[in-house]
Nanobody, 122 residues
Framework: QVQLVESGGGLVQPGGSLRLSCAASGSIFNINAMSWYRQASGNQRELVAS???????NYADSVKGRFTISRDNAKNMVYLEMNSLKPEDTAVYYC????????????????WGQGTQVTVSS
């Protein structure tokens, strides 16, 4: 069993910063990609940023230059540094991972965290 647990959400003023963390635990043999998604009220879930095991990153156009994704492979952690936050960044942010659970199974499975609320408001 694999769990992803996010932390670091909260209320912040426009222009402020937050750092989200996601810890992966359980039966983990290897983690391929880890990503952050977000879902604003009434909207579909959208990809914010992703990072693969080699370190390559990808960002949504709306967050480029403001958000930075990073990972600590030794700790099975992924982070999202969010700067210059805007009210439109308000959403529930979800951690996502493509994880191989054992040496005996070559498949990578998709796992989601429970989400953490980020609210940007004055």
């Amino acid at each position: 069993q694999v769990q992803l647990v996010e932390s670091g959400g909260g209320l912040v003023q426009p222009g402020g910063s937050l750092r989200l963390s996601c810890a992966a635990s359980g039966s983990i043999f290897n983690i391929n990609a880890m990503s952050w998604y977000r879902q604003a009220s009434g909207n579909q879930r959208e990809l914010v940023a992703s990072i693969i095991s080699g370190g390559s990153t990808n960002y949504a156009d709306s967050v480029k230059g403001r958000f930075t994704i990073s990972r600590d492979n030794a700790k099975n952690m992924v982070y999202l540094e969010m700067n210059s936050l805007k009210p439109e960044d308000t959403a529930v942010y979800y951690c996502y991972g493509k994880i191989r659970t054992t040496i005996f199974d070559r498949n990578y499975y998709q796992y989601w965290g429970q989400g953490t609320q980020v609210t940007v408001s004055s």
